[in-house]
């Protein structure tokens, strides 16, 4: 397994890695009748979104996807893709529904690095939880000090399984690839 790409989300004009979410699902291909497929083990979904919040609203703005039969998104065409991704959209300005919490982060620990999933919320200096109803922005709040202090408690929690038991093993793989979070 590798780490996995992570949605983006453009907030106060800098991007920031989705580690974390609650509430409702984001949006996916699949709500637009697309059904992604895995081509790297960097991106077993298929597919990578970018959000944008523009004047508190949660817009989809882009989506990288691996499929067969792309069809056109808010009227909008795709484009073949890169290396990664067969195709990619873009410009969608796709208003979300969205109701929930995201944890969103940058500034990367590279000695914190994982390499299985999404990284810990712990491997970031900067995390910040946007509260959604709606799709528009209701608050915000800024948990790097908290995420601070528990990464100084223990800068390897969650870097690892707890034991080399079969069972212990399968549930670490399975909280790497979650967006679950709770401090």
């Known amino acids: 397994m590798t780490n996995q790409i992570p949605d983006e989300f453009i907030f106060n004009n800098e991007p920031f890695s989705l580690i974390g979410l609650k509430g ?8 637009f009748g697309i059904t992604p ?18 004047n508190d609203l949660l817009i ?9 039969d792309p069809p056109k998104i808010n009227g909008i065409e795709s484009k073949p893709g890169g290396r990664l991704f067969k195709y990619i959209y873009e410009n969608l300005n796709y208003k979300t529904n969205f109701t929930g919490k ?29 509260t959604v109803e709606n799709g528009e922005i209701i608050s915000l709040k800024d948990l790097s000090m908290k995420i601070e202090g528990i990464r ?6 969650g870097a690892h399984p707890s034991s080399n038991a079969q069972k212990d093993i399968e549930e670490w793989v399975k909280q790497t690839f979650s967006l679950d979070y709770d401090f």
């Open 24 to 31: 409702q699902k984001l949006l996916t291909p699949e709500n």
């Open 37 to 54: 497929y895995f081509s790297c083990t960097a991106c077993w979904r298929g597919y990578v979104m970018r959000y944008v919040f523009i």
């Open 60 to 68: 989809l703005d882009a989506m990288q996807v691996n499929t067969n």
């Open 102 to 130: 995201v944890l969103l982060a940058k500034d990367f620990i590279q000695s914190m690095y994982v390499h299985m999933g999404f990284q810990r919320p712990i491997a970031f200096k900067t995390v910040v939880e946007i």
């Open 152 to 157: 100084n408690q223990d800068i390897n929690k």
